[in-house]
Each structure stands twice: as C-alpha cells, then as structure tokens.
C-alpha cells in the first residue's frame, strides 16, 4: 500500500529563517501532491498542490517542490514569522475521482521570534 | 470551495455508550469523507460516505462500530459506538481532495472517552 512519511515531527526555526518540511512517499508516484496547514483545534486548510510534471511551484512565501526521482517532495516557507508555526500535513491524490487523499503524519513547525 | 460545519466539537463520553457526529456542507457534494486523527498521528481515512448507497469503509474500520447515514448531498453522520477509551480521538469530516482539487475539512470533533 502507498506510504507517505514527513521524516520531522517537529521542526524549531528563528523568525526569518526558511523552514524546509519534507514528505516522501513509497510505491507508485501520486498525480499530485497535496500541503495543508492545521492548527490545534481545527482542521486542515489548503495550501498548495503540485502536480507530478511540475517541479515547483510558488505562492507568496510558500514553495514546493516534486521530485517523482527521489520520491519527495519539499515545502519552504521562506522569511518564516510566529505566525507560521502550526503543523504542516503532505497528502497524496492519486488522481481517481472520488477517492480520499492519503496523509502523511505532519512536522510541527515553531517559529521563535 | 465549500464550507463545512462540524458538530459537536468536543465532547467527553463515558464507555460503552455512542456519539453521532454531524457535518454539514454549504453545497451539495457527492462523496464525503470521515477521518481519524490519533495523538501524534496521521489522518487515517474510516470510511467514504456517497449518497444514496451504504458507505465504504477502509480496512480495521467495520460498520458495526462506526455505522455512518448520508441522506442527502449535504449532510453526514459518523456515530462511534459502544466506545472504548481507545475511541479517543479526532474525528474529522472532509469533501473534495482528489483529482486535482483541494479538501475542506470541518473543524473536528475532539472525543474523549472515560
């Protein structure tokens, strides 16, 4: 069956630095790769997707990479600020309608000013 | 996009007795998902619920225990039965997420079971 891990449970960074999450997966490479941010207490929220003929792709501070190579993908957040510090979850979308996305665990992010 | 109202959001159960979590979607869906979040651990998908037929459920998760209704395209229940401390978790409803698009998640319930 198809794995996804996010090899950092946690990741302490200074206001300003880049944050770099990683998720790599197993088995076949997904149509797409999804991010989402979740804060305690809530559900996820979208972020970015990247498809699996792109390699990268940018939205404001946010940049992801996929590389179906090495069966990972990268999430930066450059210039990072306390209000980014909340857990970031990698999903897999195979690309079949109807079907769930498959989630990694997370990396827990914290940004200290 | 779509917006989802979950609830309860929280609630502390006593074992052996159910709780039936509602969800809510502001546009008519076709499928819906139900997810389980653990301590520390990934979303874990139970079951996907499409209207007008029984749900799905993914392997370790049976209808006896978490029996799930979708009687029309906006609306689900996930009922935890007969529960057990290890219940403990967060349940998550979701729609969308595949085929190039983005999920939306309702807020979660937070089930604590003594």
């Known amino acids: 069956s198809q794995k996804i891990e ?3 449970e946690a990741l302490n960074i200074q206001e300003g630095k880049t944050a770099t999450l990683t998720c790599n997966y197993t088995n076949y490479s997904p149509a797409y790769l999804q991010w989402y941010r979740q804060d305690p207490g809530r559900g996820p929220v979208f972020l970015l997707l990247i498809r699996e003929n792109e390699k990268e792709k940018r939205k404001e501070r946010l940049k992801v990479t996929f590389d179906t190579t090495l069966k990972q993908s990268l999430f930066h957040i450059t210039a990072s600020q306390p209000a980014d510090s909340a857990t970031y979850l990698c999903a897999l979308d195979i690309g079949q309608a109807g079907t769930a996305l498959i989630f990694g665990k997370g990396t827990t992010l914290s940004v200290s000013s | 996009s779509a917006v989802i109202s979950q609830k309860p959001s929280r609630d ?3 074992r052996g007795t159910s709780l039936t979590i509602q969800c809510q979607v502001d546009s008519q869906v076709t499928m819906m998902f139900w997810y389980r979040q653990q301590p520390g651990q990934s979303l874990t998908l139970i079951a ?3 209207q007008g037929s029984e ?3 993914e392997s370790g ?3 006896d225990k978490f029996p799930i209704s979708r009687p029309n395209l906006t609306f689900s229940t996930l009922t935890v039965s007969n529960m057990s401390p ?3 978790s967060i349940y998550l409803c979701s729609v969308g997420g595949g085929m190039n698009t983005e999920a939306f998640f309702g807020q979660g319930t937070r089930l604590t079971v003594v």
Do not use: K, R
Request: proline share 0%; glycine share 0%.
């Open chain 2, 12 to 14: 502390i159960c006593q």
């Open chain 2, 86 to 88: 290890e219940d403990s």
């Open chain 2, 48 to 50: 996907t619920a499409n």
């Open chain 1, 6 to 8: 996010q090899n950092s």
């Open chain 2, 55 to 57: 749900a799905t459920y």
């Open chain 2, 61 to 63: 998760f049976v209808i």
